[in-house]
């Protein structure tokens, strides 16, 4: 199965990557690498998941991670392409 | 707003009441007690509970019924902890719900203090967010915030963790204006090319099914659903959920589908060419097992919550949004598309007819001439009519009262869908209550269920709270002893409750300051269930004492397909007989 890399921007505050790590515990999906790191905005964190999914699980991951409230956006890193796969589950507010 | 100084607790109750609440459920302790002062003296009405479950079951009660959040409130440590339960059961089916919880002062956080409890942590796996509030400062915008993710996109529980010191130090208050967070703006408009996509998929259908699901009755889509219905002229199901969305008496309306729906629903869906999947995600308890499920369908599936296509079962069409935009958005598009192309749904509309008819819900009389069940709660809906509202807990009796009552009207039927809270019926029958006064509001309860919960009938009585409560008193669990029965070769073990000896109930209900009543005999049940009508100013408790044996037909055993659905014991329906 191959490996994706997701980079997951998030908000800076307390909780979050338990909110992250439990959203993957409790839907059953495991985490082979994370790291969190900061980004140029004091306000945000950057983590990069790798997860070793792919097709429908892997949407599903994406889909149940953009509904966490500190969950900003959501990009699939691809090794051999210039151009990062977004994803926008929650498109603009339109209300 | 202008700015005004305040303690944090004043600043609390001031957001509260910023943010339109009305009431709210709860019970002060240690940690709380700073806001408990400023509510004293509030607009807000606050019903003091006896247990903290009751608050939380009471404001997804309320909330279910009026539309509006639902607000509980407790103390740190075991207040907060009480209150997990009905916060799991509103993640569940889709209740807006803010909870507000005390927490120990900020320096104590993380020592093991005196009724300490990390409740944001416990909530975080099904709360749709959670704070955790150490800064008076933060309390109007976390509110605001809370309040907005309640009610909004699909609903759910926020629960606010404050701490004491937060509560007690002094701040500026000004409530928000408007809401902004980066990472929640949820959908309400669906794309207009899925809109055309499904319309065009449903004019290539010859056998659609409307699936209807909870989403319908959160999004108040029963006009537009009806009319929708009635412009393709296809067949309805309504989940257990969704009951009252479209009308019983309607005839494109074949029930209830799932593991205890009709011959005519089930095999509709699971002969259907296309499901028109309306605010519904495809619950283990809907599909059977799922490789077997509708396995001809193409799907549309609406929903508001981006996560939920494509979960369960591939959707051939997607339309991501508010119900009311979807259906409102869908129904032009329906009628361009069949003005086009008009598929003759008449081959299938007699088929499930004929299977309607053939396989009517039924029961039968118990030989021994004791009280059938079912056959109260029939007369509790007939009697009651298409206003009242029913609030029922979890097992047999839950499935018989969304089998025999027939209901016309959204939000008149409340339940624990998803988590399957027993318990449920008497606290959420209260917030119902609380939140349609000059409704009546039937608990159609077990005996095991109110077992749970019936304190809150002591808030009922002193804060004129007038519910009526049926109990379905068969000295079991009657659900679990089904299984027992069907499943486990009638070995009873520990589902007797003997609760025709102990408790009695009329009794009960009178030392809690309600009306008891008894029935045992189906000829005195029409008279019972109208004394208990007559009687508006106190609670009424009846206990109805039923045949212990009655079982809930027809029936998809877990784990089993669709296609094995049972009428009676070691009875499928005449399939040979039903064109198909």
């Known amino acids: 199965m191959a490996q994706h890399t997701l980079e997951v921007i998030v908000e800076n505050s307390p909780g979050v990557l338990a909110r992250v790590a439990g959203l993957f515990s409790r839907r059953a999906y495991n985490i082979e690498r994370l790291s969190v790191g900061p980004t140029s905005d004091p306000e945000t964190s950057k983590m990069d998941i790798v997860v070793n999914l792919e097709g429908h699980a892997l949407e599903q991951v994406i889909a149940q991670l953009d509904k966490l409230i500190n969950v900003i956006s959501i990009q699939e890193i691809l090794p051999n392409s210039a151009q990062p796969v977004i994803h926008d589950t929650q498109p603009d507010y339109t209300n | ?118 409740i944001r942590g416990i909530t975080m796996p099904f709360a749709k967010h959670n704070y955790l509030i150490t800064d008076p400062a933060d309390i109007p915008r976390a509110i605001a915030e809370a309040f907005h993710i309640a009610s909004t996109g699909r609903p759910g529980p926020v629960l606010v963790d404050i701490a004491k010191d937060a509560l007690q130090k002094m701040t500026d208050f000004k409530y928000p204006t408007s809401v902004s967070l980066k990472g929640y703006q949820p959908k309400s408009a669906p794309d207009a090319q899925s809109i055309t996509d499904a319309a065009e998929l449903i004019t290539q259908s010859s056998k659609p099914v409307f699936y209807v699901g909870g989403g319908a009755i959160k999004a108040d889509v029963s006009r537009e659903l009806l009319e929708l219905a009635q412009i393709l002229g296809a067949p309805v199901v309504t989940t257990l959920m969704a009951r009252g969305a479209f009308p019983d008496s309607h005839p494109l309306h074949l029930g209830m589908p799932g593991m205890h729906g009709t011959v005519a629903a089930v095999t509709a869906l699971q002969k259907a060419d296309l499901l028109i999947t309306l605010g519904a995600r495809f619950d283990d308890r809907v599909t059977g097992k799922l490789s077997t499920f509708a396995v001809n369908a193409k799907v549309i599936h609406a929903d508001i919550d981006p996560a939920e296509i494509g979960k369960n079962r591939f959707a051939d069409v997607a339309v991501i949004g508010d119900l009311k935009h979807t259906i409102t958005a869908l129904i032009p598009a329906l009628k361009l598309a069949l003005a086009k192309s008009r598929p003759d749904l008449t081959p299938w509309l007699r088929q499930v007819n004929a299977l309607k008819a053939s396989y009517p819900l039924g029961y039968d009389a118990p030989k021994d001439g004791s009280l059938s069940p079912q056959y109260v709660i029939e007369r509790l809906g007939k009697i009651s009519g298409p206003q009242t509202i029913f609030a029922a807990g979890v097992g047999q009796h839950q499935m018989w009262a969304a089998q025999f009552v027939s209901y016309e009207n959204p939000r008149t039927w409340l339940n624990s869908g998803g988590l399957g809270t027993m318990g449920y019926a008497v606290p959420a029958a209260m917030g119902a209550k609380v939140g349609a006064p000059d409704t009546t509001v039937w608990a159609i309860d077990g005996d095991g269920c109110f077992q749970m919960t019936n304190q809150e009938l002591v808030t009922c009585a002193l804060n004129n709270i007038p519910i009526k409560v049926a109990i379905i008193n068969n000295e079991s669990l009657g659900m679990v002893r089904q299984w027992q029965t069907l499943f486990y070769e009638g070995r009873y073990s520990n589902t007797n409750l003997e609760s025709k000896r102990v408790p009695n109930f009329p009794m009960l209900a009178e030392a809690m300051g309600c009306v008891g009543l008894s029935c045992e005999r189906a000829e005195d049940v029409d008279a019972t269930i109208e004394k208990a009508m007559s009687i508006n100013d106190q609670p009424v408790v009846v206990d109805f004492r039923v045949h212990r044996d009655a079982m809930v037909w027809p029936m998809v055993a877990a784990g089993t397909s669709n296609d094995d659905i049972m009428i009676a014991r070691e009875t499928a329906p005449d399939w040979d007989s039903q064109e198909l």
């Open chain 2, 1 to 118: 707003m202008e700015m005004s100084q305040m303690n944090g607790a004043s600043s609390l109750v001031a957001s509260l009441e910023a943010a339109g609440v009305d009431v709210m459920f709860g019970i002060p302790g240690g940690a709380i007690l700073p806001a408990y002062d400023p509510i004293f003296s509030s607009s807000i009405r606050h019903i003091l509970v006896r247990h903290e479950q009751g608050a939380g079951h009471a404001a997804t009660g309320y909330a279910q019924v009026t539309g509006r959040v639902g607000v509980c409130i407790a103390t740190s440590g075991p207040g907060a902890t009480n209150l997990v339960t009905p916060l799991a059961d509103a993640a569940m089916d889709s209740v807006p719900v803010v909870a507000i919880t005390g927490q120990v002062p900020s320096v104590a956080i993380g020592t093991d203090a005196f009724q300490e409890a990390d």
